[in-house]
């Protein structure tokens, strides 16, 4: 079956500096690879995707590149600030599946 | 648009207590989701629904039952409340088409008490 394994946290950076959080998956066949966020108090939405092999997600500054010969989908940003403190999830979802498969998530706290 | 909206917000319930959550969608989406968000386990799927008058089960559905009557509308029905559902609930949506396609939205979630 298909699985997510994502760093565990919690995380602690100070402000600007570099962020990389890990993420490993296994699928049967060909999935799109998420990375969601969580702020305090409210529900998930999209980060960046990528649907196929070498195609490199992005938004807010963060970054993912889909690596099909390492299963990996690390989540990179080169000056976090206080307001990505958030829990971070990433997630598959194989062709012709309608379901999501998510991995535990990691919080990530920026402190000034 | 409002997007995906749950009520109630919070809700505390005794053992053995029933109570249903209502998840609204105003984007049209086909499939409906419901999730529930545990400590350190991240978000398990409880069942899900892929158009009006269908349901499945996912990966933790016991305990609950779920209708979705409208394709707007996803309920999730605790018939007796036990204290291992104690959880915050999550319902998602997705729609098939337009550039949103393959993103699940979520709403803002319930926290639910058992005790």
């Given amino acids: ?112 | 648009n409002a997007g995906v909206t749950q009520t109630p917000k919070f809700r505390v319930l005794k053992t053995g207590q029933s109570m249903t959550l209502l998840c609204a969608q105003d984007m049209n989406h086909e499939y409906m989701y419901w999730y529930r968000q545990d400590p350190g386990m991240g978000l398990r799927l409880i069942h899900y629904s892929v158009g009006e008058g269908t349901t499945a089960k996912g990966e933790v559905p016991d305990g609950y039952n779920v209708s979705r009557l409208k394709k707007q509308n996803f309920l999730l029905g605790l018939e007796s409340a036990a204290p291992s559902q104690t959880s915050v609930y999550f319902c998602a949506s997705t729609g098939l088409a337009g550039v949103s396609y393959n993103e699940q939205f979520f709403g803002p979630g319930t926290r639910l008490t058992v005790l």
């Avoid at chain 1, 994502?6 to 066949?29: D, H, K, R």
């Avoid at chain 1, 305090?40 to 690596?67: C, I, V």
């Avoid at chain 1, 206080?82 to 194989?94: P, Q, T, W």
């Fill in chain 1, 1 to 112: 079956g298909n699985s997510v394994t994502q760093m565990e946290g919690p995380v602690t950076l100070s402000e600007e500096a570099f962020l990389t959080i890990n993420c490993t998956y296994t699928a049967t066949g060909y999935p799109s690879l998420f990375w969601y966020v969580q702020y305090p108090g409210e529900g998930l939405q999209l980060l960046l995707k990528a649907t196929k092999a070498d195609d490199k997600g992005s938004n807010k500054g963060f970054e993912a590149t889909y690596r099909k010969e390492t299963t990996s989908f690390h989540l990179e940003k080169g000056s976090v600030q206080v307001s990505d403190s958030a829990v971070y999830f990433c997630a598959l979802r194989d062709f012709g599946n309608e379901k999501l498969t998510f991995g535990t998530g990691t919080r990530l706290t920026i402190i000034p």
